[in-house]
Nanobody, 127 residues
Framework: ELRLKESGGGSVQAGGSLRLSCTAS????????MGWFRQAPGKEREAVSC????????YYADSLKDRFNVSRDDAENTLYLQMNTLKPEDTAMYYC????????????????????WGQGTQVTVSS
């Protein structure tokens, strides 16, 4: 069974932090580009961050790279997103996705083209 499951979302006040986790099963995690994507109400899904299996290559949306940090634990098949100094505009459903054999360069395209998706975890930031 191919499955990605996100956790760690919730409601926080502006300036707070959250750490999202994504556990993968049945997915070739160690050879995939893994990514975090988000979709706010009325907006298209957008790429937040991607990371290659070797963890040497990462991608961040320009507006987020100073506040968000992506990491992965291949031994645990788990992807993380540390989100700091959260703002109300970060409110969205956050999704984990996998693109086996993919490229960091295509992270933005994976917002609509990644092979595997989790069901999402809601992040709500209040002012």
């Amino acid at each position: 069974e191919l499955r990605l499951k996100e956790s760690g979302g919730g409601s926080v006040q502006a300036g707070g932090s959250l750490r999202l986790s994504c556990t993968a099963s049945g997915v070739p995690f160690e050879t995939s580009v893994m990514g975090w994507f988000r979709q706010a109400p009325g907006k298209e899904r957008e790429a937040v961050s991607c990371i290659r299996w070797s963890e040497t290559d990462t991608y961040y949306a320009d507006s987020l790279k100073d506040r968000f940090n992506v990491s992965r634990d291949d031994a645990e098949n788990t992807l993380y997103l540390q989100m700091n100094t959260l703002k109300p505009e970060d409110t969205a459903m956050y999704y984990c996705a996998a693109a086996p054999g993919g490229s960091i360069r295509n992270c933005r395209e994976y917002a609509s083209a990644a092979n595997y998706w989790g069901q999402g975890t809601q992040v709500t930031v209040s002012s």
